[in-house]
């Protein structure tokens, strides 16, 4: 089972792409997401399982990229093709 208090968060940007990065810092589990919906470049904090956006507060899936709740309920961050080493 994933100890959450050592899930760790990471937004960066690659090739013109924001993004935001969820992982275990062993790598046994990690995310990728683009920040990007619509026009909008979302700012997140961790919060348990959720990623949530600063400006909105709206509360999407770390597992899923799916908003489940605020102003962005039922969007989805695009998942970016990422690997564990």
């Known amino acids: ?4 208090n050592r899930v760790r ?6 090739a013109r792409v924001p993004l935001v990065l ?3 810092p062993d790598a046994l589990a990690a995310f990728a997401y683009s920040r990007r ?3 909008q470049v ?10 949530v956006d ?3 507060q709206s509360r999407f899936s ?14 989805t961050l695009a998942r970016v093709p ?4």
């Open 37 to 39: 919906v619509d026009e």
């Open 62 to 75: 770390v597992l899923t990229g799916r908003g489940v709740s605020g102003p962005l309920e039922g969007e």
């Open 82 to 85: 990422a690997i564990t080493a």
């Open 54 to 56: 600063r400006v909105t």
């Open 42 to 51: 979302l700012d997140f904090d961790l919060r348990g399982r959720q990623l």
């Open 9 to 14: 968060l990471l937004e960066d940007e690659f």
């Open 22 to 24: 969820v992982a275990e």
């Open 1 to 4: 089972m994933t100890n959450l």
